[in-house]
């Protein structure tokens, strides 16, 4: 049985881990822990079995704002009243383990616990800040580009309930 964990500066081996992205090792090595520290993002990581101080991946949570007038009509009007989405801020795994499903695993899981979220907090999209090249990879998954950015994308809560309950 596969499953994330908090980050554990103590345990994890944060210095091995290479996406191929500089920004995101980084934000693995020097930034999550503290961050997750101060309540501000939590990140959670995929422990190769073997060797449980090797991270597979990882991702990051947090809340951000919506901004309304850049989702369709519909979806404008029904969520009016609504400020934040959930977010995924960062999702990567290690070049060692890329395209054996980790990805879509990682990125499941992290829905799946956005939906927990949504069931106390309730907030209606989930947002994902897509790097250069990986936005194929969320709209494989049904996340919609907005209208005013190209790399960001989001998903209701709806239909990730219909989708993945
Ligand atoms: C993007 C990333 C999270 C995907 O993780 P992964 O473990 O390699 O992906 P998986 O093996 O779970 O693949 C799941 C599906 O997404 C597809 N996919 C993987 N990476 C993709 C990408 N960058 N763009 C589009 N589709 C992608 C796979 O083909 C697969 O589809 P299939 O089920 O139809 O075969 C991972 O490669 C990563 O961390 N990359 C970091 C660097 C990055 O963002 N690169 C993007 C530039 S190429």
New binding site residues.
Partial sequence: MMNTLLLDKAKHDRTQFN???ET?NNYLKVMASQQAKKDNTRTFVLEDKNDNSHII?FYTLTMTPINLKALPDKLQKKHQSSTSGGLIAR?????R???????????IDALRKLIAASDIVAFPVVIVD????????Y??YGFQSFEDTKHKLFITVSDLRASLY
């Fill in positions: 996406c191929g992205i995101l991946g999702l990567a795994v290690d070049q383990y890329q395209g054996k499903g980790f990805g879509e695993w990682l990125l897509a790097k250069e090249g990986a936005k194929q990879f709209q494989h």
